[in-house]
C-alpha cells in the first residue's frame, strides 16, 4: 500500500469514526496540533477529543490533495461539519443544531514506517452557515 493509499484509508476510517482503524495509523506518542491550536499527545487524547466533536457534530473530510516525500505527507482536505445538537463549547465556536461550518486546511503529517508521529493542520479557508442559510 502507498502512503497515499494508506492516508485515504486514515481518513476513511476517520469518516466511518471507526476509532479502532484510526489508532492503528498513529504511533502511541503521536503529536496532534490542530487548526485552532489545541494540542493533543497520544492516540487515546485525539480519539476521545473527535468522540466528543462527532457527539456534537457530524463532520465528512475529502481529500483534495495528497504529496509525499516518503517521510512527510502534506494534504489539502476539506471539511464540513453539521451541528447535530446546540453546542455552545464546540472548538470553533458555538453552533446550533444544523448550523454548518466548512473549513478547507492543509494538514503536515510526520510518519515513521507506517505510524503517523507528528500532525500540523492549519486552516486556510472557515465558511460559517448559521441554520437558517444552511437549509
Keep these: 500500500m502507498t502512503q497515499e493509499e494508506r492516508f485515504r484509508s486514515y481518513i476513511a476510517s476517520f469518516n466511518a469514526q471507526d476509532w479502532d482503524a484510526l489508532v492503528r495509523h498513529y504511533s502511541p506518542d503521536v ?23 462527532n457527539e456534537q457534530t457530524r ?10 516525500d516518503g517521510k512527510r505527507l502534506v494534504a489539502e482536505l476539506e471539511s464540513e461539519f453539521v451541528a447535530l445538537i446546540d453546542a455552545p463549547d464546540f472548538t470553533s465556536g458555538p453552533l446550533k443544531k444544523g448550523d454548518r461550518i466548512h473549513i478547507n486546511s492543509f494538514a503536515l503529517y510526520e ?17 460559517f452557515l448559521p441554520v437558517s442559510e444552511a437549509s
Excluded: C, P, S
Excluded at 496540533?33 to 499527545?41: D, E, H, L, R
Excluded at 463532520?59 to 509525499?68: A, G, L, M, S
Excluded at 510518519?111 to 465558511?127: H, P
Design 59 to 68: 463532520r465528512i473530510i475529502q481529500v483534495r490533495n495528497v504529496f509525499t
Design 31 to 53: 503529536h496532534l496540533v490542530i487548526g485552532n491550536g489545541t494540542q493533543m499527545i497520544g492516540h487515546d487524547a485525539i480519539v476521545t477529543f473527535y468522540k466528543k466533536v
Design 111 to 127: 510518519y515513521v514506517g507506517d505510524l503517523y508521529t507528528n500532525i500540523r493542520a492549519a486552516v486556510f479557508r472557515r465558511e
